[in-house]
């Protein structure tokens, strides 16, 4: 497989909402970022995966788009978005757009016109049906956030999809002029010299909503190949596919380079685990780490040498990776270091969540109305009127909700966390007087020097973007893994639990490359691992 810069980076991933504030609206934005690039130089990241920016309504924050070439007002201009990608360019950052073409908003202009009727020219744009035989919804599809994924239109008398909320109508990709227009829109960012782009649930343009077929439709890779040659083919882009439903096999098909589709996936096998099979996510389960060990090594093995993974543990849809499977009360900073250990070693492009770089945590909401996300609101909703009592429902959405991992980043310890001068759109963690940038740089045991150090190495050292993975036989609560590149190896020991644990090895240590404890390991032979201690050994 060729190599490519996007490879050999650390990707950091910007919520713009809760970001940066620079206007005091209480909404993060754009000059924002600009005013913190310097920081996320420092922290040493290679690009940036920007969540939309692109103007919407809001109804889904951001991800309803309602023009694709326009910056939304709370977040500034396309003049500051320029400037964004001057002033990150400068620092060898580059700028992923979040590419959100499974929908639009019903408020973007093709909808507006589709909904004018049947013979109008947009109307083929989105995917519209007539009722069932019994005049309800053609089928019984279901949104992600809930109810039918139907939304009835009185003036034609016809439905039209959404697999989101009803202000997110599905396009209908077998249009071939609203695929142009996306190719068109696609070399519109690409002119202005992005890096890339993050393909939101791209596995759904195929769907074939009459025979219920979701993701992997029949037609989806022929798109998706079409769209490497229309637009990001003659580039070295970043392309990486939100794949809600890949599996090793299917993910191959999306990021084999000979089949010129995307860089990578997403895959989501491992942050299924802790809920109960075969429901929703708000079912929950603690995490059993054999199974997380056994789904993350089969993805670090059965790509190898086919495909690229790449490797995360949060995003702005996930709770915060500290709180959920580490132990964010007496052990925060030791199991934020593990975790970041623990996937940064591994082989495939790291994804930074913003906030987990200085192990920021969850913050319990109490109450619904302290919710924004659409998706909790209305689930909370369907389950209250399906007899859940309140307080499981506002459990799950404490440990599911995304609006966990919205919260606003606190940059020092002064009012809002220094995010806004005004109020902010929802409330900051209340530890923010403790866990905030300013706490975290000025302390050099803190969490963030462990990503700084670990994105550090990734430049320094090729056998951790290139090297062999193999993994160590040892009791479940521990995680160790070989990279081994040109001869040389690398021993990756970490301790996923609360409990001390047993651990041995003949092999013998050069060199400590990194580790989470202040004690350094001298010896692999029968040693007992702290709680959350992890290291990784250069071996003789
Ligand atoms: C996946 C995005 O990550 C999520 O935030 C969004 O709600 C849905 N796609 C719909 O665009």
Redesign the pocket.
């Known amino acids: 497989m060729a190599k490519h810069w996007w490879q050999e980076v650390v990707v950091y991933q910007i919520y713009p909402r809760s970001f940066k504030d620079s206007n005091g609206d209480g909404v993060g934005d754009i000059r924002g970022i600009i005013e913190k690039l310097d920081y996320l130089e420092k922290l040493g990241i290679g690009a940036i995966w920007l969540s939309p920016v692109y103007q919407s309504p809001n109804d ?2 951001g ?2 788009i309602s023009n694709y070439r326009s910056i939304m007002d709370e977040f500034g201009s396309m003049e500051d978005m320029d400037k964004l990608i001057a002033e990150a360019d400068k620092r060898d950052i580059k700028v992923i757009m979040d590419l ?1 073409v ?2 639009t908003s019903d408020e973007h202009q093709w909808f507006i016109e589709a909904k004018k009727g049947k013979d109008n020219p947009y109307r083929d744009y989105y995917i519209w049906k007539d009722p069932s035989e019994n005049g309800g919804p053609p089928n019984d599809l279901t949104s ?1 956030f809930s109810g039918s994924a139907w939304e009835f239109d009185e003036a034609s008398g016809q439905y039209y999809l959404h697999l ?1 909320s009803k202000k ?1 109508p599905d396009l209908n990709w077998k249009n071939e002029e609203m695929r142009q227009s996306i190719y068109d829109m696609m070399n519109f960012w690409i002119d202005k010299g992005v890096g890339g782009f993050r393909m ?2 791209i596995d759904l343009i195929g769907k074939v909503p009459e025979e219920k077929i979701l993701t992997n439709g029949p037609k989806l890779h022929d798109y998706l190949q079409e769209m490497h040659e229309a637009t990001f083919g003659n580039h070295d882009l970043l392309t990486v596919g ?1 794949t809600m439903a890949v599996t090793p096999q299917t993910a191959k098909l999306y990021s084999n380079p000979s089949r010129k589709e995307l860089s990578m996936v997403f895959q989501f096998q491992h942050v299924g685990l802790d809920k109960q099979k075969g429901k929703e996510k708000w079912d929950l389960k603690s995490i059993d780490i054999a199974e997380l060990k056994e789904v993350l090594v089969k993805w670090q093995t059965e790509l190898d040498g086919q495909s690229w993974n790449s490797l995360f543990w949060n ?3 996930q709770p915060r990776i500290v709180s959920r499977w580490g132990n964010d009360q007496e052990y925060r900073v030791e199991s934020a270091k593990m975790l970041a250990i623990l996937l940064h070693m591994m082989k495939g492009t790291p994804y930074i969540y913003q906030g987990e770089e200085i192990g920021a945590t969850g913050t319990p909401f109490s109450d619904i109305s302290e919710i924004k996300d659409i ?1 909790s609101i209305n689930m909370y909703h369907e389950r209250l009127a399906e007899g859940y009592a309140k307080e499981e429902i506002i459990a799950s959405i404490n440990a599911k909700g ?1 609006d966990n991992s919205r919260r606003p980043i606190p940059w020092n310890a002064s009012r809002n966390g220094g995010f806004t001068s005004g109020t902010p759109w929802i409330a900051l963690n209340e530890n923010y007087k403790e866990i905030n940038v300013e706490a975290a740089l000025n302390n050099p045991n803190s969490v963030f020097y462990t990503y700084q150090k670990l994105i550090q190495l990734r430049k320094d050292h090729p056998i951790m973007v290139w090297g062999d993975f193999e993994l160590v036989d040892t009791v479940d609560e521990v995680f160790s893994y070989y990279r081994m590149y040109n001869g040389e190896r690398w021993l990756i020991v970490t301790n996923f639990s609360n409990e001390e644990q047993f651990f041995s090895s003949k092999e013998e240590i050069e060199e400590i490359i990194i580790q989470n404890t202040s004690d350094r390991v001298t010896t692999l032979k029968d040693i007992t691992l702290q709680p959350w201690q992890a290291f990784v050994a250069k071996i003789k």
């Open positions: 889904d924050n991800y309803d959100v499974n929908h992600m989101f997110q939101d649930v939100e995003n702005h849809d998706e995304r």
